[in-house]
């Protein structure tokens, strides 16, 4: 899934290390996850949206993705 997580976490002057030492997790699952390969849960992208201040919605990338997952359901 696409995150905003990298682009907010490089603006707001974060390791990988910081970020995932502030919402309780490894750096290697920060670091999945900007890689986009790993879903984030919906406990640790709040987390995540808290620390950014910025809404689940718009750090999960949640229309642009539903939009993508629509479109491979239509060429079924």
Sequence with gaps: MKT???????AAKL????????????NRTIISIE???Y???LML???MAEVFHVSV?????????K??????YEEI
């Design 35 to 37: 890689k986009e390969q």
């Design 39 to 41: 879903s984030p849960s």
């Design 67 to 72: 939009e993508l997952e629509d479109k491979k």
């Design 57 to 65: 919605e718009e750090l999960c990338c949640l229309k642009e993705n």
């Design 15 to 26: 390791t990988q290390q910081q970020l995932a030492d502030l919402v309780h997790v490894s």
């Design 45 to 47: 992208a709040y987390r």
């Design 4 to 10: 905003k997580v990298k682009q907010l976490r490089l």
